[in-house]
């Protein structure tokens, strides 16, 4: 048998007289639905055995093995072909061992038509992804499809379907939901059409970035927006905006809420606005921010504001910065009334001093 795939594929043996042709538009159609179980088979059988336009003459036994069926199995599909016009029968000659029937594919071809023509119209991508979106219980082919949406349609390969396949085994369907939910919003904003080739490539990234953070559930994709909201907080509090947080910022950022010097996003918070009061002659950097609130505060067992504002109070109470305040007051005095100008980093400011009146 060859098999020759271009636009048509054929299935022919070495001596086939007759083919048949079905497009993927007439399966769409209905084209199976007309043809039930074992009919499907005979009639294909008939069309491709005629001997001359419309007419088949077959032998009875050579027609059941070929398509493995008993004689019952025969009958009842014949009866159903001919009853709804598909078909008519009769005997070929004195031998009752042939037949004879007369096709009528013209009412198989109608019938299909007029099938199509009362389909539903098909619905966009888009219209499909929101059902997917807002569905309690999502099979998952129709997952597949709403994912396959955002590819253009001549880059849809095995390769592809593939990686999603493994998409739909690794990650949970609320997941996957979710992930479409994003990048239907994000196509929306930037004004693409469904199948345009940026919105897959955002898709990908997103997958790749939950491969490689180890996020494989739903709980871990909650935990994980949790954590880029609450850093975007420390970000903007800190005084960067839009997207021009570096990697090594966002990794600062996340240790101090949930990494070796968690301290959490509240007394992050803290810290962060502490530091910029303290400092006034520029933006205090993130080395000193942690050498100076977030891990002493770590290594103290801080855990709340208040907590926070007292050893504040208590480590200025206690520096030695303090202690020489008034010493070098009264020396100043002695020089004839001058005092000594210090840098700021000499001195422990309290939270009150930087109170608003």
Do not use: C
Request: aromatic share 10%; hydrophobic share 30%; glycine share 6%.
């Amino acid at each position: 048998m060859d098999i020759q795939h271009k636009r048509t594929i054929s299935f022919t043996g070495k001596k086939a007289s007759q083919t048949v042709e079905i497009s993927g538009a007439a399966l769409e159609s209905g084209f199976f639905n007309q043809l039930p179980g074992n009919t499907l088979i005979i009639y294909l059988y008939l069309l491709t055995h005629q001997e001359q336009e419309n007419t088949a003459v077959v032998e009875k036994t050579q027609l059941l093995a070929s398509l493995n069926l008993d004689q019952t199995e025969f009958s009842k599909a014949i009866d159903y072909l001919e009853k709804r016009g598909f078909l008519s029968t009769g005997h070929f000659g004195s031998k009752e061992h042939y037949l004879e029937f007369t096709l009528y594919p013209e009412i198989l071809k109608k019938t299909t038509q007029s099938n199509s023509q009362k389909r539903e119209p098909e619905k966009s991508s888009r219209e499909l992804r929101q059902q997917v979106m807002r569905a309690v219980n999502t099979s998952q082919e129709e997952l597949a499809t709403a994912l396959l949406s955002f590819v253009p349609a001549n880059s849809r390969n095995s390769s592809l379907r593939e990686d999603i396949m493994n998409w739909l085994r690794d990650f949970e369907a609320r997941m996957l939901q979710e992930l479409i939910r994003r990048v239907d919003k994000w196509q929306e904003r930037q004004g693409m059409t469904s199948g345009s080739p940026g919105a897959f490539s955002y898709l990908k990234a997103i997958i790749s970035s939950w491969y490689e953070e180890d996020i494989l559930t739903y709980q871990d994709l909650q935990e994980q927006d949790k954590l880029h909201r609450e850093t975007k907080e420390l970000a903007k509090t800190y005084g960067i905006r839009g997207g021009n947080l570096s990697n090594a910022q966002l990794k600062t950022f996340q240790s101090w809420i949930t990494g070796d010097l968690a301290l959490g996003q509240e007394l992050a918070l803290f810290a962060i606005r502490e530091a910029v009061r303290r400092k006034k002659d520029g933006q205090p950097s993130l080395k000193y921010i942690e050498d100076n609130f977030i891990k002493p505060w770590q290594e103290a067992g801080i855990k709340t504001v208040t907590e926070a504002y007292s050893w504040l109070k208590k480590s200025r109470q206690s520096s030695p910065a303090k202690q020489t305040k008034n010493s070098d007051k009264q020396q100043g005095e002695k020089a004839g009334g001058k005092s000594v100008n210090y840098k700021w980093q000499d001195f422990y400011w309290d939270y009150d001093d930087f109170k608003e009146s």
